[in-house]
T-cell receptor, first 118, second 113 residues
Framework: DAGVIQSPRHEVTEMGQEVTLRCKPISGHDYLFWYRQTMMRGLELLIYFNNNVPIDDSGMPEDRFSAKMPNASFSTLKIQPSEPRDSAVYFC????????????????FGSGTRLTVV | GQQLNQSPQSMFIQEGEDVSMNCTSSSIFNTWLWYKQEPGEGPVLLIALYKAGELTSNGRLTAQFGITRKDSFLNISASIPSDVGIYFCAGQLGGGSQGNLIFGKGTKLSVKP
């Protein structure tokens, strides 16, 4: 298993530009999560999906952020327009259903996308 | 919202020493997880705990789920240089639903050879 795959690994963009981050979860996982990590705030949950349906997007900072999961093997997080304060490492994670696979529960994280907005 | 208080924030120890870190919360958790993050990578799951009082080991790592279900600790015995990284606790609230994990702010561990 290749694990959770994120792309790109690094992104540098100018303020005002659109940024799209991509994630391929582990095949068979029911849940997909988008996190943002900064020194000041640590790991923050932005949004999560269950079976491709968004369940909780209360962590999305503002309307500039949007996430989609068109199928079980792909998700995107888009920022439009980007701002310098969006600079952070963005992680995607996936997991099995807790109720069904309790013994193997736990999120598997991708390697992250380091976003720098200048 | 719910918060996890993780301490210490950072540790600088000598190789061979034992390490202890913990997480506390005012909320009751259903599950406690401990992750390690190395530079440039995502967090990796070390140990998962599912029952109050549970004590689980993974090599030199030992973690316990507090009896009150509001805390957990992680011990590392005989530390080595490759233990360097940031250790996160994470808890999932009860209620039977998937919900989402709440993460502590992390303990940054440095090991001097």
């Amino acid at each position: 298993d290749a694990g959770v795959i994120q792309s790109p690994r690094h992104e540098v963009t100018e303020m005002g530009q659109e940024v799209t981050l991509r994630c391929k979860p582990i095949s068979g996982h029911d849940y997909l999560f988008w996190y943002r990590q900064t020194m000041m705030r640590g790991l923050e949950l932005l949004i999560y999906f269950n079976n491709n349906v968004p369940i909780d997007d209360s962590g999305m900072p503002e309307d500039r952020f949007s996430a989609k999961m068109p199928n079980a093997s792909f998700s995107t997080l888009k920022i439009q327009p980007s701002e310098p304060r969006d600079s952070a490492v963005y992680f995607c994670a996936s997991s099995l259903s807790f109720q069904r696979y309790r013994a193997n529960y736990g999120y598997t994280f991708g390697s992250g996308t380091r976003l720098t907005v200048v | 919202g719910q918060q996890l208080n993780q301490s210490p924030q950072s540790m600088f120890i000598q190789e061979g020493e034992d390490v202890s870190m913990n997480c506390t919360s005012s909320s009751i958790f259903n599950t406690w997880l401990w992750y390690k993050q190395e530079p440039g990578e995502g967090p990796v799951l070390l140990i998962a705990l599912y029952k109050a009082g549970e004590l689980t080991s993974n090599g030199r790592l030992t973690a316990q789920f507090g009896i009150t279900r509001k805390d957990s600790f992680l011990n590392i015995s005989a530390s080595i240089p490759s233990d360097v990284g940031i250790y996160f606790c994470a808890g999932q609230l009860g209620g039977g639903s998937q919900g989402n994990l709440i993460f502590g702010k992390g303990t940054k561990l440095s090991v001097k050879p």
